[in-house]
């Protein structure tokens, strides 16, 4: 029961801080940060998929009723929490298999390599599915390059701030 109010916590915490704070920044006219990826990737290893997917639909529906964005987000957020396995195979190799990974523990370059692929599979649907042409292919892969790593900066400086300190 505490882990899921954790959850819910994460989900209210991440989406409000998106609208209010993150969605207002915007750098050179087209770079903003995106780091209400982190309740998907922060969500437990070992946690109910069904779960995660359905979460990961509503954080990014809501996040496009609030922009006006026509359901980009909602489509990357759930790709992103479709291909979460496969990403921690990947990163973590038999660390994953035992379900032994958590991203808020010292940051290691598997945990960045995690995070970097994460936001990168994101932002390059999101901005895919916003410019929806392909002769802007070089324009979304430019702002999705800048945009990944503005979030992996923010994304990592965030959960700097949460990360419990061992005293």
Not at 22 to 27: D, K, M, R, T
Not at 112 to 135: G, K, M
Not at 139 to 162: N, P, Q
Request: proline share 4%.
């Amino acid at each position: 029961m505490n882990n899921n109010l954790l959850n819910i916590f994460r989900f209210i915490i991440f989406l409000v801080i998106q609208i209010l704070i993150f969605n207002n920044i915007n750098l050179l006219g087209y770079i903003n940060p995106y780091p209400y990826l982190l309740f998907i990737l922060l969500f437990p290893v070992n946690g109910n998929k069904s779960v995660l997917l359905l979460c990961s639909f509503t954080i990014g529906l809501l996040l496009d009723m609030f922009l006006n964005s026509g359901g980009v987000h909602a489509a990357a957020s759930l790709i992103l929490a479709f291909a979460r396995p496969s990403l921690f195979k990947f990163s973590f190799g038999l660390s994953y298999e035992y379900q032994t990974v958590k991203i808020a523990d010292k940051l290691t370059p598997e945990r960045i390599t995690f995070l970097f692929l994460a936001v990168f599979i994101h932002h390059f649907i999101l901005f895919s599915l916003e410019y929806y042409r392909f002769s802007l292919i070089v324009s979304a892969l430019i702002r999705t390059l800048s945009t990944t790593l503005f979030t992996l900066l923010f994304c990592l400086l965030i959960i700097y701030l949460i990360k419990p300190s061992k005293r």
